[in-house]
Every structure is written in structure tokens, then in C-alpha cells.
């Protein structure tokens, strides 16, 4: 399912750049980027803007992003749409929760507080 057109390499791992993110779609990319790398299968992505949170996974699987995170730094939106991911393995915030987050974003609790630092609403 190659939906990217073709556009010039983006790095994957890698800081494509410092600042947020090109658009939705980028967005959109990284979350089936990081499904793949999980191993979670999910269902559509959107991308709108929530009031009360940064994401959403519905028992579809379906992940909803919200729009503002576009206007964030890349690695909050990667912590989030990870977070999302993880909880398809894990339900609660429990140990075996976080310790898939450590698992694939060792430093998840700065991303974390950087996150609530600028909404104190997190997920859920
Ligand atoms: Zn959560």
C-alpha cells in the first residue's frame, strides 16, 4: 500500500527535520510506520482536532490523531501515536504497558511531560 507517491526519501528513524510535521499525511505515515514496526495491525487513521486529547483508538483499531499535534515537535507526536499503538498490546497504563513504551521509546517520559507540559490532559 505505498501511498507516499514517490516523494523524495523521508529517513525513517531518523529527524527528517527539528520542527513539526509537513502535514496530515505525514502525520498519517508515521503512525503506519511505527504499526508496522509493532507489529499492530490498525484500521483507518484520521487526523482532526480533539478538545480533550491527543489520540484515540477505537475497537476498530481505527487511530485518531488530533491536528494539533501538526504544530508540535515530532517527537510528541511520535510519543502519541506510539502510545496509541501500545495500548492495542496493553489496555491499561500498567507495567506491561510501559514497558513496551521503554521498549520502543526509551525516553517516552520526557516526551511525556513535555507533552503535559503543554496540555496537562493526557490519555484519558
Ligand atoms: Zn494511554
Not at 513504551?101 to 511525556?112: C, G, I, K, M, Q
Request: net charge positive; proline share 2%; glycine share 10%.
Amino acid at each position: 500500500m505505498a501511498t507516499t507517491g514517490g516523494g523524495t526519501g523521508r529517513v525513517v528513524d531518523g529527524a527528517v527535520s527539528a520542527g513539526g510535521w509537513h502535514d496530515a499525511e505525514d502525520l498519517k505515515w508515521e503512525a503506519r510506520h511505527w504499526a508496522a514496526r509493532m507489529g499492530v495491525t490498525i484500521g483507518q487513521i484520521h487526523v482532526r482536532l480533539m478538545r480533550s486529547k491527543w489520540a484515540s483508538m477505537s475497537r476498530g483499531r481505527r487511530l485518531t490523531l488530533n491536528a494539533e499535534l501538526l504544530d508540535l515537535p515530532r517527537a510528541l507526536g511520535e510519543y502519541v501515536i506510539v502510545h496509541e499503538l501500545v495500548h492495542v498490546l496493553a489496555p491499561n497504563h500498567g507495567k506491561v504497558f510501559t514497558s513496551f513504551l521503554s521498549a520502543y521509546l526509551p525516553d517516552w517520559r520526557e516526551r511525556d511531560a513535555a507533552l503535559r507540559a503543554i496540555e496537562s490532559d493526557g490519555c484519558r
